[in-house]
């Protein structure tokens, strides 16, 4: 009796906590490494090409290594694509970058229509490492798209991000927040206990004004759209560089 008294007291604590985790879940926001969830009224944000901001000279890539990035993303969808292994992943090229751990951006348009974007903000592997992966998520996993097909490939241009660590933005208030954000430079993460989200700084074409830039991303987080002007989320920065298909 005492053991089948301990055996229900054991599962109904499993049931309760399975029903805390699934509830948790539930409401998680969109991880802030995922940009290429960016919507607007439930419709995909288009990502456009990047502005440069102050990323440091010895952070930024040569147009050689940008081409070279480029290469290899197109060459890693084609390969998985045709399941023809026979294809390279490249030209041989080194750069001591390309062994750097950096957060990256893939981007995928067809007739300068959004067909996949994924990345990390958050550096978790190195730079080659990542634009191969994300090259992969962004035409075979964006949730919002069938994986790309055969009769696709020859329509699609790719575009390529390359971030600078997200650094937090330390502010007093929410007119102090406005005055110190950048448009067209920075793009930003918010953070609020569990919720959290980002904009590229891609996002400033169609969102150029500072007040609804917040709203929609406070919205985007799962939180209230006027949340930013408590002055209590957590803000970080970052900058990109993009290299683009011509």
């Not at 301990?6 to 699934?22: E, N, P, Q």
């Not at 001591?96 to 229509?113: A, C, L, M, W």
């Not at 993460?189 to 991303?217: R, S």
């Amino acid at each position: 009796m005492t053991r089948y008294i301990t055996f229900k007291y054991s599962l109904s604590i499993c049931l309760i906590f399975f029903i805390i985790l699934l509830l948790w879940s539930s409401i998680t926001p969109v991880r802030a490494e995922d940009a290429g969830q960016n919507k607007i009224g439930g419709l995909p944000i288009k990502e456009e090409k990047a502005m440069e901001g102050e990323m440091a000279d010895g952070q930024k890539l040569n147009d050689q290594e940008g081409k070279y990035l480029l290469e290899v993303a197109r060459k890693t969808i084609e390969r998985q694509l045709f399941k023809d292994k026979a294809v390279a992943q490249g030209n041989e090229f080194y750069s001591p970058k390309f062994s750097e751990k950096r957060g990256t951006f893939v981007t995928i348009t067809i007739n300068d229509n959004l067909r996949g974007c994924i990345g990390h903000i958050i550096p978790q592997e190195t730079l080659l490492e990542g634009i191969r992966e994300n090259a992969i998520n962004a035409a075979f996993k964006d949730p919002r798209f069938n994986p790309l097909s055969k009769g696709e490939w020859e329509d699609i241009k790719i575009e390529i991000s390359i971030l600078t660590d997200p650094a937090i933005l330390k502010y007093s208030d929410a007119d102090d927040l406005l005055k110190k954000i950048r448009p067209n430079v920075d793009g930003v993460i918010i953070k609020k206990g569990y919720y959290q989200a980002t904009f590229l700084p891609q996002v400033w074409e169609q969102l150029p004004d500072k007040k609804e830039f917040f709203t929609h991303l406070c919205l985007k987080a799962g939180m209230n759209g006027d949340e930013w002007k408590n002055g209590k989320l957590e803000v970080y920065t970052y900058q990109v560089q993009a290299f683009e298909e011509h």
